[in-house]
C-alpha cells in the first residue's frame, strides 16, 4: 500500500504555536505530496518534495523528507486558526500510480 | 482560471437506481482522478485516467462503478444499482502529468435512501 500514515491524529495548539504533524509510508516513493481539508476549502494541495530533496520550503509551511526512514514531516510556524483543518500527505510512489490517502491529522488551532 | 468543476453538488437517490457523476478537469490536464470520502473517513481512490492510455480501474469497488473519460477531458463515473453504503462525497481530481500536485473539485455529495 502506497498510504501515507499521519501522526498525530489529532493535534490541538494555541494560535501562534508551532505544529508539527509526522507522515510514514512503506513503498517506495517518487514524491510525498501534503494536501489539507477543511470544510470551507475543500481538498487543498499545500507542497510536493521529491524523492531526492531533503526539505523543502513554502511560506509558512516547511517539509522534511527521511527516505531512510519512509518519513516526512509537516511544519506549521506560526499558526493561524485558519490553519484548522485535516492534513494528508500522499505517497506518490515509484511503482503502481494508485494514490491512496490516509485518515490524516486533524489540527485544531485556539484563538 | 477556473478550476475543477463537478456536478451536480449533492444527489439523493432511491436503492437500486442508476447516478451519473461528472467531473470538468482544468484545461491541459492529462490525468484525472476520482475518490470517494465516507463520512469521517479519509479519501479512497477509486480510478485514474492519464491521457489516451486504459484508466486504472483498479480502486473500483465493486462491478457497479464504472467511469469514463470522453476526449480526455470530461468524465463521468457511474455508479448502477446504487446501495446505502455508496453513500460518500465523490471527489474528481486533475493534474498536468501524472504525479504532480492534484487539483480538487468541490466533489458530490451522494446519499442513497
Known amino acids: 500500500s502506497q498510504q501515507g500514515e499521519e501522526d498525530p491524529q489529532a493535534l490541538s495548539i494555541q494560535e501562534g504555536e508551532n505544529a508539527t504533524m509526522n507522515c510514514s509510508y512503506k513503498?517506495?516513493?517518487?514524491?510525498l505530496q501534503w494536501y489539507r481539508q477543511n470544510s470551507g476549502r475543500g481538498l487543498v494541495h499545500l507542497i510536493l518534495?521529491?524523492?531526492?530533496?531533503r526539505e523543502k520550503h513554502s511560506g509558512r509551511l516547511r517539509v522534511t523528507l527521511d527516505t531512510s526512514k519512509k518519513s516526512s514531516s509537516l511544519l506549521i510556524t506560526a499558526s493561524r486558526a485558519a490553519d484548522t483543518a485535516s492534513y494528508f500527505c500522499?505517497?506518490?510512489?515509484?511503482?503502481?500510480?494508485?494514490?491512496?490517502f490516509g485518515k490524516g491529522t486533524k489540527l485544531s488551532v485556539i484563538p | 482560471g477556473a478550476g475543477v468543476s463537478q456536478s451536480p453538488s449533492n444527489k439523493v437517490t432511491e436503492k437500486g437506481k442508476d447516478v451519473e457523476l461528472r467531473c470538468d478537469p482544468i484545461?491541459?490536464?492529462?490525468?484525472l482522478y476520482w475518490y470517494r470520502q465516507s463520512l469521517g473517513q479519509g479519501l479512497e481512490f477509486l480510478i485514474y485516467f492519464q491521457g489516451n492510455s486504459a484508466p486504472d480501474k483498479s480502486g473500483l469497488p465493486s462491478d457497479r462503478f464504472s467511469a469514463e473519460r470522453t476526449g480526455g477531458s470530461v468524465s463521468t463515473l457511474t455508479i448502477q444499482r446504487t446501495q446505502q453504503e455508496d453513500s460518500a462525497v465523490y471527489l474528481c481530481?486533475?493534474?498536468?502529468?501524472?504525479?504532480?500536485?492534484?487539483?480538487f473539485g468541490p466533489g458530490t455529495r451522494l446519499t442513497v435512501l
Open positions: 500522499v505517497n506518490s510512489g515509484a511503482g503502481s500510480y494508485q494514490l491512496t
Open positions: 484545461s491541459g490536464h492529462t490525468a
Open positions: 513503498t517506495s516513493i517518487n514524491n
Open positions: 518534495i521529491r524523492s531526492n530533496e
Open positions: 481530481a486533475s493534474s498536468l502529468m501524472i504525479r504532480d500536485e492534484q487539483f
